[in-house]
């Protein structure tokens, strides 16, 4: 046993570090946020050009075919700079789904492009309020023309394609790729809580689309490919997690009040010290999420809702509680704290809520324990 | 990363299920045999074929195993029941201690004794004055000729009433500050001058004692570490206990609560379905297998040859409160029945018993808000409340009542 990364994969991670310390400072989020892009278009070139985008797509299609582990460890940096990219969207979803169900034309067709940052990819799933699922989906694929509306679309006003989740035969998801440069694509732009990772409302009208591999793909399938992506998404909410309690611990250390920094006051560092608890097992847990992943373990789906629950706990309380430690400074536009409170509560949503993923591990213990029995 | 053995790995786990599954206890073992002398037995046994504290150099009747092994023992001897709970405060917190300030004749004579159950010690800390703030303790040690003469009064002392020695913290010198004044020293239970007094605890049990001290003489040579530097060696055990104690045994956990909620309805439904129960027991797993995780990063940096941290403090802080909620919930699952005591039913008398026990574990070895403190402080470097005992004469400090 060795529940560490390797020493390549921690280089990898001072590299990460230092490079969106230099390229993604908050005033790269800052100026998303305030103005009218739905992404930085320079950061998302120069992601793609250190080879992150490629990590996991194999080398024939012009991938790194490097593992799940180094993904991992670029996400959380990408957590911790709050970047305003799709990485997300088109790395750890529209990728991952057409490795996953593509057949070998489509990903020699797609994959390519999608490592090397020029096609921007998105998952589209949500069609109105509540969860998607197999029963309740409207969007229709019927002789490869897609029509129907999905919103909220990650990514979607910036994404090239779309894995666009279809009506099925009970049970099963029809995954239909679509190319958004048609003019039968109407996209409409939504606003969000955090306008530094553009969202959209995307409408489809008899729009020429390819089966994403050989027919309907069972929901439980579906779901697999969605427990990967929680794993990544786990990691990129700890990146946000960490971010948010350092950001609270310097502010506590030279902040003073009644004489003395807050930080020594018990009621500031049992709320930090708190933070850090919640942090760390959502580290642990997430290690153990990225090992399900990367070995190809059955136990994946515990590992991962597992992950995700613990990281979305841990990102949205530490994300909420930086902004009370910075009391009404805090609060202000012009503070940083809202980077991670608005981010934290965008992740937490983007595949599936706190209580879904809740009910996922319980589903997965329920089986663990059926079978022990 | 890799969750699974390495070969060796894998290799040294089958020597220990084997060595195990040959050599484990019999009903005709626990025969007529109290809990500590079953203990015993099972400890004997195995420090005669080496596999009673592992890590522990062979000099001392270890076998030198790596993190990683003891591990790997810890899991395969957990699949069996066996009691180990007289020896975790001697081989967890106490030889850690002796090995780092004990003479070299009192590691040679008390390690391997340790090791093998034949003794049990207790650890002498806490005091009516000092709990919490275990350097406010009061009990005195004063030279006289090659002996020091205690006198004093210790509370909480776990196992006191059956334990053969005993590392107790004094204070040798009022008139400097409370952390500079203490000295620590191995006391022989069984010398004159020694009373011991069970306390009853609120589940009924008596696992703690008041241990009072009269003119009890120690020698000199029994001094752990240098005159003043008992606060130094306290720090040893303690960073040790958070090691040791973690989440505190067998008891209510995730596995319990998906048993009952599996078993009992809500609304005609089993309470499984129910979405507030899923959400609760989802939470559990969280905290449980993150504490299981956290441990297997610890475990990995020990075998990477760094130092347990007060990082590790999180085990207790976590544990305990976890456990007292977990069984709380699982009486809930019962309804009213949930209050009903029986020993016949393992599935809510673990509950019961957890609930009761767990306040104990919450405030035993550094208290929730200590372990708390610990974080804020020493793993995050946040400022020290202002203290206003800092740097005055220990006799100067003023005290309630």
Same mark, same amino acid.
């Given at each position: 046993m060795n529940f560490e990364f390797s020493e390549e994969q921690l280089m990898l991670r001072e590299q990460a570090r230092g490079f969106l310390k230099q390229e993604c400072s908050p005033s790269v989020t800052r100026s998303v946020l305030d103005g009218?892009?739905?992404?930085?278009r320079g950061l998302w070139q120069k992601v793609a050009e250190m080879g992150w985008t490629a990590t996991t797509i194999p080398e024939e299609y012009g991938?790194?075919?490097?593992?799940y582990y180094e993904l991992a460890i670029i996400a959380e940096e990408l957590g911790r700079a709050v970047a305003p990219i799709p990485f997300s969207s088109s790395v750890y979803l529209a990728t991952e789904a057409i490795m996953a169900f593509g057949s070998s034309a489509q990903k020699n067709k797609w994959l390519p492009g999608l490592a090397s940052g020029e096609v921007i990819g998105t998952l589209a799933l949500s069609e109105r309020s509540g969860r998607a699922t197999a029963e309740n989906l409207s969007v229709t694929c019927e002789d490869g023309l897609v029509t129907g509306t999905k919103t909220p679309v990650a990514d979607g006003m910036i994404a090239n394609i779309a894995v666009v989740a279809c009506k099925a035969s009970a049970g099963h998801v029809q995954l239909a790729l679509v190319d958004?440069?048609?003019?039968s694509v109407d996209r409409t732009m939504v606003t969000t809580l955090d306008p530094s990772r553009g969202h959209a409302s995307i409408s489809l009208a008899k729009t020429s689309a390819e089966p994403l591999g050989e027919g309907e793909v069972s929901w439980s399938a579906f779901e697999a490919l969605l427990d990967r992506a929680a794993v990544l998404m786990a990691w990129e909410q700890l990146g946000i997690a960490d971010m948010a309690l350092e950001q609270a611990c310097d502010y506590a250390k030279q902040r003073f009040a009644f004489g003395r920094a807050?930080?020594?006051f018990q009621a500031i560092k049992h709320k930090l010290a708190g933070m850090y608890v919640k942090n760390s097992l959502a580290r642990s847990n997430a290690y153990h999420g990225v090992w399900a992943l990367a070995s190809g373990s059955n136990s994946l789906q515990l590992a991962a809702s597992t992950a995700r629950v613990a990281s979305t706990q841990a990102s949205l309380f530490a994300a909420q509680e930086n902004i009370q430690t910075h009391g009404g400074m805090g609060f202000?536009?012009?503070?940083?704290?809202q980077f991670y409170y608005r981010r934290a509560k965008v992740l937490s949503l983007a595949i599936g809520s706190e209580r879904h993923w809740q009910h996922r591990l319980v589903s997965a213990l329920q089986h663990n324990h059926a079978n022990a029995a | 990363m890799d969750f699974n053995d390495t070969p060796q790995e894998a290799a040294f786990r089958t020597d220990v299920a084997d060595w195990l599954a040959q050599n484990q206890l019999t009903d005709a073992d626990r025969e007529g045999r109290s809990a500590l002398e079953i203990a015993k037995l099972w400890q004997r046994r195995k420090y005669e074929a080496g596999?009673?504290?592992?890590?522990?150099d062979t000099e001392y009747?270890?076998?030198? #195993?790596?993190p990683i092994e003891r591990v790997i023992w810890d899991q395969e001897e957990g699949k069996y029941n066996v009691p180990s709970r007289f020896f975790v405060i001697g081989q967890g917190m106490i030889a850690p201690t002796l090995m780092v300030w004990a003479q070299p004749q009192h590691k040679e004579n008390f390690l391997p004794k340790l090791a093998s159950g034949e003794e049990i010690w207790c650890q002498l800390f806490s005091e009516p004055a000092g709990g919490? &703030?275990?350097? #406010?303790?009061?009990?005195k040690a004063e030279k006289d000729g090659d002996d020091w003469v205690i006198n004093g009064q210790k509370i909480w002392t776990s196992q006191a009433h059956y334990a053969d020695y005993g590392i107790i913290v004094t204070r040798? &010198?009022?008139?400097?500050a409370k952390h500079k004044g203490l000295t620590m020293f191995i006391v022989?239970?069984? #010398?004159?001058?020694i009373d011991i007094k069970p306390i009853k605890q609120l589940t009924g049990e008596s696992d703690f004692n008041e241990v009072y001290f009269t003119d009890v003489r120690i020698p000199d040579?029994?001094?752990?570490? &240098?005159?003043?530097?008992g606060w130094t060696a306290a720090l040893t055990t303690l960073m040790n206990e958070r090691l040791a104690i973690?989440?505190?045994?067998?008891?209510?956990d995730v596995k319990l609560a998906l048993e009952i909620a599996t078993l009992v309805e809500i609304d005609g439904k089993p309470?499984?379905? &129910?979405s507030a129960v899923r959400a609760k027991i989802a939470d559990f797993h969280v905290l449980e297998a993150g504490l299981e995780y956290n441990g297997y990063r610890a475990i990995t940096a020990l075998s990477r040859g760094e130092l347990p941290g007060p990082?590790?403090?999180i085990g207790k802080l976590v544990g305990a409160p976890k456990l007292q909620a977990i069984a709380s919930f699982c009486m809930d699952l019962l309804?009213?029945?949930?209050?009903v005591w029986s020993d016949d039913n393992l599935l809510t008398s673990l509950a019961q018993r957890s609930y009761m026990g767990a306040p104990g574990l919450r405030i035993a070895g550094g208290t929730d808000e200590i372990m708390t403190n610990i974080i804020a402080e020493r793993v995050l470097g946040l400022p020290q409340d202002p203290?206003?005992?800092?740097?005055?004469p220990f006799n100067e400090v003023p005290t309630g009542n």
């Open positions: 009218d892009m739905h992404y930085d991938g790194l075919g490097l593992g958004l440069a048609q003019d807050i930080g020594s202000t536009w012009e503070f940083d704290c | 596999w009673a504290c592992i890590g522990w009747g270890g076998r030198g #195993a790596s919490s &703030d275990l350097a #406010a303790l009061r009990t040798t &010198d009022p008139t400097v022989d239970m069984k #010398a004159p001058g040579h029994y001094r752990l570490g &240098d005159v003043g530097q973690g989440g505190g045994g067998p008891g209510a309470a499984i379905e &129910d990082e590790n403090s309804e009213e029945s949930g209050i203290r206003l005992d800092k740097g005055i």
